[in-house]
């Protein structure tokens, strides 16, 4: 894929990170995102069987235009098994210097969870160019704007407790963009399969955008 994914975060403004005990299927999960307006997907290793399903989206990620990417990436082991099965991008929930490693390595994009402004730093010095601030409920738009005042070129991606009211404040106070969680891919809905109702919400979730 040639559209980088700095450049599918800064026209969409959305990730979709997908948290479910069971993916009835992960391709037809990805394309229902997509035809939302939502064409990054982070799978995570919280999710029985993610490889597989990494391996069923790369499959057909040119076919629905998607990039997919796993998450809560904590070793090494676990961020080469997941590049090999697919994934195009690599998050990690804190700083995980051999994850870093990993991703440097095979040169796949990469981001590093942070939320102390000397995490940010040292997730920035390890080559995390788009930095994940977790949990972002707790601090608010306001401290992203505040971050940006020593890190000014900082690409900030906010997760956690993102929803429609409040992710236009995180994308107007500097973010590049934002994950959105079960308020688009609930798991039940994934579970199950309404493709229908998860493009749906992706829509109405990044017409909240601006």
Same mark, same amino acid.
């Given at each position: ?77 676990? %961020?080469? $098994? ?8 690599? !998050?990690? #929930?804190? +700083?995980?210097? /051999?994850? &870093? ?71 107007? %106070?500097? $973010? ?8 688009? !891919?609930? #798991?039940? +809905?994934?579970? /199950?399969? &309404? ?16």
């Amino acid at each position: 894929m040639t559209t980088t994914l700095n450049q599918l975060l800064a026209a969409d403004k959305t990730l979709a990170v997908v948290r479910a005990e069971r993916i009835l299927d992960a391709a037809e999960l990805a394309g229902a995102l997509a035809r939302g307006g939502i064409r990054t997907m982070e799978l995570t290793f919280t999710t029985p069987n993610v490889l597989e399903h990494i391996r069923r989206v790369a499959d057909t990620a040119q076919e629905h235009g998607v990039m997919i990417g796993v998450g809560t990436v904590l070793s090494a082991a676990q %961020a080469e $098994a997941a590049l090999d099965a697919g994934a195009q991008f690599l !998050v990690t #929930p804190g +700083l995980r210097t /051999e994850v &870093a490693a990993v991703a440097r390595e095979r040169q796949v994009p990469f981001s590093l969870g942070a939320l102390t402004p000397t995490e940010v730093a040292q997730a920035v010095d390890l080559g995390s160019e788009i930095v994940k601030i977790f949990p972002a409920r707790h601090v608010g738009p306001g401290y992203l704007k505040d971050l940006l005042g020593p890190f000014p070129e900082l690409k900030l991606l906010p997760s956690g407790g993102i929803n429609e009211q409040n992710a236009a404040d995180f994308l107007a %106070a500097g $973010a590049l963009a934002v994950c959105c969680g079960t308020s688009v !891919v609930h #798991p039940t +809905l994934v579970a /199950e399969g &309404a493709w229908e109702q998860i493009t749906q919400r992706a829509q109405k979730f990044t017409s909240s955008l601006g």
